[in-house]
């Protein structure tokens, strides 16, 4: 229980109290995000079905879902992937690219990841609204939270990252496995009529997701919880992106 907890307060605007030892939830934390991204799912899901139905345009339903994706997560992770997309942008030193990334303000670099995150998750949520698969928008945001457990696998903190210290090389193989096995599985019924579809994406999702990881982690000398943001933002947009390819 301490670890849902922990996991809701992280990855979540709920008002549910963490538990008061967080070094020793964190790693459980971690193995459940991706319990609460189904729940995040659901209700985009949800959301998406209710303002089509009361009218709303499907790009302007979509882009209302994102943003009430980011209101109930903080912004956290939008804002991680600015600072990921800064610090990548800056070719100077790790030290030098932590720096940036921990400087406060957004460079042109993270504004214009933040900006491409959003449309494609925007535009991709219209087109799958259009089609009706309201299932695959909630394995889209979901299978962000898995792709978290398998960055969070046999991997190094980087120096000065409080949030990568607690949860960095805190994942088994199994539980990976576990995970993404759960999540290509489920992805199967998000395209009925195209029942390769859902597992393809998230397997292009979660291998993309893996490179940016391992890219991310020579690049600033370990995991952080900017990483882990852009982890997420982009696993939800190339997810939900290829299963618009749908029509």
């Known amino acids: 229980m301490n670890g849902m907890r922990l996991a809701v307060s992280w990855l979540t605007v709920l008002p549910v109290r963490g538990p008061d030892?967080?070094?020793?939830?964190?790693?459980?934390?971690?193995?459940?995000a991706p319990m609460v991204g189904a729940l995040l799912g659901a209700g985009a899901a949800g959301l998406l079905w209710v303002l089509t139905w009361a009218?709303?345009?499907?790009?302007?339903?979509?882009?209302?879902?994102?943003?009430?994706?980011?209101?109930?997560?903080?912004?956290?992770?939008?804002d991680g992937l600015g600072d990921t997309m800064d610090g990548l942008g800056s070719y100077g030193p790790p030290e030098r690219a932590r720096q940036i990334m921990k400087g406060g303000g957004a460079g042109p670099f993270g504004v214009a990841g933040i900006v491409f995150a959003i449309?494609?998750?925007?535009f991709s949520?219209?087109?799958?609204?259009?089609a009706g698969r309201w299932f695959?928008?909630?394995?889209?945001v979901?299978?962000?939270r898995v792709a978290v457990v398998l960055a969070c696998r046999g991997t190094t903190a980087a120096p000065g990252t409080a949030f990568g210290i607690l949860v960095a090389n805190t994942q088994?193989?199994?539980?990976?496995?576990g995970w993404s096995v759960a999540a290509v599985a489920s992805a199967v019924l998000a395209v009925?009529?195209?029942?390769?579809?859902?597992?393809?994406?998230?397997?292009?999702?979660?291998?993309a997701s893996a490179i940016l990881v391992r890219h991310c982690a020579r690049r600033f000398g370990g995991l952080s919880g900017d990483v882990l943001g852009a982890v997420i933002e982009t696993t939800v947009a190339i997810t939900a992106a290829v299963l618009s390819l749908a029509g």
């Not at 949520?125 to 259009?130: E, I, S, T």
């Not at 088994?172 to 496995?177: G, Q």
Request: hydrophobic share 65%.
């Open 21 to 32: 030892d967080v070094d020793r939830a964190a790693g459980r934390a971690i193995l459940l």
């Open 55 to 78: 009218g709303a345009s499907a790009s302007l339903a979509g882009l209302l879902v994102v943003g009430a994706l980011a209101l109930v997560t903080r912004g956290m992770h939008l």
């Open 119 to 122: 449309g494609v998750q925007a």
């Open 125 to 130: 949520f219209a087109a799958l609204a259009d």
């Open 136 to 140: 695959a928008v909630a394995i889209a």
């Open 142 to 144: 979901a299978t962000g």
């Open 172 to 177: 088994s193989a199994l539980a990976s496995a």
């Open 192 to 207: 009925p009529d195209r029942p390769w579809l859902g597992p393809v994406a998230v397997v292009v999702a979660l291998t």
